[in-house]
């Protein structure tokens, strides 16, 4: 088992930039497929960004339309570390962000965003 902890959280104005963290203890955190959801009051959780462990040929990467070109998802398996860079955010993607890993790699809108192992989330709040 794997427990993830997310830090990087807080307040910026709208098109602004923050690096959220997603770290765990386990030195086999890199093999382990990790990625970041959202979830806003009142709405449903939704998976924005998810990388796969590494492998010979390294990471793959995907994102949902709603972040693409703006959130870029990385790992550094030397620090057992996922970030998620979050650029020119909107006030509607204030939520609580949460970190998940799990065994098996499944990328937005792959019909299936099962993970199994959770953060407790950390709080992104963008002010207009």
């Known amino acids: 088992q794997v427990q993830p902890v997310e830090s990087g959280g807080g307040l910026v104005q709208a098109g602004g930039s923050l690096r959220l963290s997603c770290t765990a203890s386990?030195?086999?955190?890199?093999?382990?497929?990790v990625a970041w959801f959202r979830q806003a009051a009142g709405k449903e959780r939704e998976l924005i960004a998810a990388i796969s462990a590494i492998s010979w040929s390294g990471s793959s990467k995907s994102y949902a339309d709603s972040v693409k070109g703006r959130f870029t998802i990385s790992r550094d398996n030397a620090k057992n570390t996922v970030y998620l860079q979050m650029n020119s955010l909107k006030p509607e993607e204030t939520a609580v962000y949460y970190c998940?890993?799990?065994?098996?790699?499944?990328?937005?809108?792959?019909?299936?965003?099962?993970?199994?192992?959770w953060g407790q989330g950390t709080q992104v709040t963008v002010s207009s």
């Open positions: 998940a890993a799990g065994n098996v790699f499944r990328p937005p809108n792959s019909g299936s965003s099962h993970y199994d192992y």
């Open positions: 386990r030195r086999t955190f890199s093999t382990y497929a």
